[in-house]
């Protein structure tokens, strides 16, 4: 059954431009440019950049010449000390565990989140490693409703998720790429679970 499912999913990813391109993760440094092109380089400083960080510091999507816009607040000083990830973007889950921000979990600041410890392992990966699903990181921030029974099926493998649909914005991709990490950059923070580990596990005591 499983083996079936993955010709399935195989098929419909292999015709699946998109995914086939968003398969082949960023490289943590630009290529090197050709020496005698400079018309479209970006500056030095940016050129260190990784290319997420950078395609967003390239595209202000605030009007630079409004008068107004010196006002905002920049976010490279809204974010002092809290610690960056591997892509360039706030980690935000050591910044919850190393308390440098607080979020209330309610209108009263006695409320707190009712978190809950139970790691699911996802195993519709293919090739990938698999996908260790953390429930107390995200209910640090989130409530059972936020996604119990919608995007997810409270029930392990209940749910048939593809790369593809997170991309789109589906299940995990409704938080990550918004709110949460970007996907694209960071596979390996959710396929974090070589198959051999899962095997074992499997494997009568
Ligand atoms: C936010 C978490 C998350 C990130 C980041 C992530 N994945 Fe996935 N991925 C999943 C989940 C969940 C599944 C489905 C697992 C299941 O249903 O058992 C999956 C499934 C897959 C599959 C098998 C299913 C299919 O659609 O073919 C592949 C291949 C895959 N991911 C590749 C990647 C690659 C490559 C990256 C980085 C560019 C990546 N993933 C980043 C969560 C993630
Ligand atoms: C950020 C999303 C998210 C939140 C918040 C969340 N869950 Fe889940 N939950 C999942 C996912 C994903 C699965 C695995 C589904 C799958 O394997 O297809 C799951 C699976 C489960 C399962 C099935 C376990 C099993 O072994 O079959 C239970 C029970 C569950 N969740 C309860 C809860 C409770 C209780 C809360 C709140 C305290 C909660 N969940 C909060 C995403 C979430
Ligand atoms: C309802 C929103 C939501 C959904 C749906 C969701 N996440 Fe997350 N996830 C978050 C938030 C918020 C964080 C913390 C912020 C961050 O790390 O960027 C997070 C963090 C994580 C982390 C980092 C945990 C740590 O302790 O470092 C992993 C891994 C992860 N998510 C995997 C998944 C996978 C896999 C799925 C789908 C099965 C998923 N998430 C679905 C909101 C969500």
Redesign the pocket.
Known sequence: MLGALGLVFGASIAADPFVVAALKPAPNVLPVEDEGNTSDQPPAELREMHPARMAIVRNPIHDESNPEYHRLQKLDDAMLGVKRDAAGFPDWMMALRSGAIAPRAGLSPDERM???D?N?V?TNTREMPNVL?P?LS??LW???V???PYP????????Q?TMSEIFRGK??GM?HDRVAFITFFSCDRCHSVSHAVTERKREPK
Do not use: E, Q, R, V
């Open positions: 009712s978190t809950f139970l699911i996802m699903f429930h995200h209910t989130l409530d059972c936020n996604c119990h997810f099926l409270p029930k392990a493998g209940a749910n998720i299940y995990c938080c």
